[in-house]
């Protein structure tokens, strides 16, 4: 069993030391501000419920009182709409409480909590750590094989950041609106965004999305003069009417970066500690929790299989490169998408290429009728991916449309597959074909997703 200490008990730490105390280490997590503190991330993308079940946490999202996103006012490329989001899976949380509901989690499953607890030092003595903690009862020295870093954008020690080109601010506050609350809004402006996020604890949290420049040129020297002027040009003077903020409002860097230094012998960096995406996706709690499950089983493989270090620091690092390359094009293309109707200082540059439509879904249909073939840039090569406890080396289907390398689709390993496919036959006599190894319905499910994604054509 391997000493691990967790810095930073925010969702990426949380879901990190779980993982690590139910893989049977003894988990120490050292979280500095005392629960519930504020933070922002309040939408949480549709995928974190998902998530939060796979890391034994499911219950998290009701038990911290998330609301369902019902619908969300887009006001971006063109004429306002209401997009309907029932049943799309987002939510809106308090993230005080999500996040502390997330730290019980931890400990229920073994963690020992420092908190408040400060890191004051670390040494590396002998392939060990030694850290310093000004801890609730007084100063103690940790001694561990292994240190997580989950310290969100404070970064922590040694923080190396790799910044994207264009710096973004955010400025925001909380109010106690006198009447209703509205949903929430995206809008984009000619000098950057807006999101309203009501929150289930009833107060209204409003963030702007500017350049720094733009900051500096908005009439006010206090933060609170500047951020109502500014939501005026956002339309928000009807519901701000008799409106009261809720503490100070706050200006904080929301600039995506990607750390040069995310995995190393006895150490990892996770969630916003290691790579901040932008935030027009309102997917870093998504990305932290995806990031720190992934984490634990690079460590375990670092602690217990040292001979595959190599290959999980590998497999750590190319993830965390991939998904930062794969939001950076999500964002610009989105954004490019306003580039037209407000050309200027803010999104002319951050706008990049369109994001390309996804191609025509293929069904029954499709898989029925013509000869399917595999397109000539798939390949199959060995490559590190995840199993239930380790990082290990297996046959992976790699093309360049895909996310990234796919060893498993539908809870099915994808190369063996791919290996024994038929030539000259139609989707429905492929998936026939396969069905010693997989059930029929998979098999077409399988041949539906390489068809979308570009794995495998009709032949002309
Ligand atoms: C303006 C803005 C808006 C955003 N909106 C969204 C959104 O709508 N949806 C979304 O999903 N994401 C959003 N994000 C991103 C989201 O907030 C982060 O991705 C997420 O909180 C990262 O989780 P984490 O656990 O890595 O870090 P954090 O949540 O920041 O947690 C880090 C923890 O470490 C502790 N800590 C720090 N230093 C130390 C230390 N030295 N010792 C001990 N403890 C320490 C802190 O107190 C904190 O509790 C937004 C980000 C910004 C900047």
Not at 85 to 109: I, K, P, Q, S, Y
Not at 327 to 340: L, N
Request: proline share 8%; charged share 20%; glycine share 12%.
């Amino acid at each position: 069993m391997a000493r691990v200490v967790v810095i930073g008990g925010g969702p990426a730490g949380s879901v990190f030391a779980a993982r690590m105390a139910g893989l049977g280490h003894s988990v120490h997590l050292i979280e500095r501000a005392e629960f519930p503190r504020p933070r922002l991330g309040e939408s949480l993308s549709p995928g974190v419920p998902d998530l939060l079940k796979v890391a034994g946490a499911g219950h998290v999202p009701q038990a911290s009182g998330a609301n369902p996103v019902s619908s969300v006012l887009i006001d971006w490329d063109g004429p306002a709409i209401l997009r309907d989001m029932r049943g799309a899976g987002g939510l809106t949380v308090n993230r005080g409480a999500f996040d502390a509901e997330l730290l019980r989690h931890a400990c229920e499953a073994g963690v020992e909590l420092l908190q408040p607890a400060r890191l004051m030092s670390t040494q590396r003595v002998s392939g060990r750590w030694k850290l310093r903690i000004a801890g609730p009862e007084g100063d103690m020295t940790l001694t561990a094989d292994f240190m997580a870093i989950a310290t969100g954008r404070s970064g922590g020690r040694g923080a190396k950041r790799l910044y994207a080109q264009h710096k973004t601010i955010s400025l925001y506050g909380y109010w106690d609106l006198p009447g209703a609350v509205p949903g929430p809004q995206l809008r984009a402006g000619p000098d950057g965004w807006f999101w309203g996020v009501p929150l289930p604890c009833g107060l209204y949290n409003t963030l702007i999305f500017a350049d720094p420049s733009e900051l500096r040129k908005r009439p006010g020297r206090d933060t609170a003069n500047r951020l109502r002027h500014m939501l005026s040009g956002y339309g928000q003077d009807d519901t701000l009417q008799g409106a009261r903020l809720r503490g100070q409002p706050g200006a904080t860097d929301a600039t995506p970066y990607l750390d040069t230094e995310v995995i190393g012998p006895g150490m990892i960096r996770l969630g916003d500690a290691a790579l901040a995406i932008d935030p027009v996706s309102s997917s870093g709690v998504q990305k932290s929790v995806q990031g720190a499950l992934a984490g634990a089983i690079c460590a375990n493989t670092l602690l217990r299989r040292p001979q595959d270090a190599a290959l999980a620091m590998a497999f750590y690092r190319d993830t965390l490169s991939r998904t930062s390359q794969r939001h950076e094009e999500w964002a610009s293309g989105y954004y490019h998408t306003v580039a037209e109707r407000f050309p200027g200082s803010f999104w002319t540059p951050r706008a990049g290429p369109p994001v390309p439509e996804p191609p025509p879904v293929a069904g029954a249909r499709e898989l029925s009728t013509g000869i399917l073939r595999l397109a000539p840039e798939l390949d199959v090569t060995d490559k590190a991916t995840l199993d239930a406890e380790y990082v290990v080396s297996r046959p992976t289907v790699t093309h360049p449309a895909f996310d990234g390398p796919v060893t498993y689709l539908s809870g099915v390993e994808l190369a063996p597959l791919i290996r024994r496919f038929p030539g000259n036959k139609n989707g429905l006599q492929i998936a026939d074909d396969w069905s010693d190894a997989v059930p029929v319905r998979t098999g077409m499910a399988i041949l539906a997703w390489l068809l979308n994604h570009g794995g495998a054509e009709h032949v002309p």
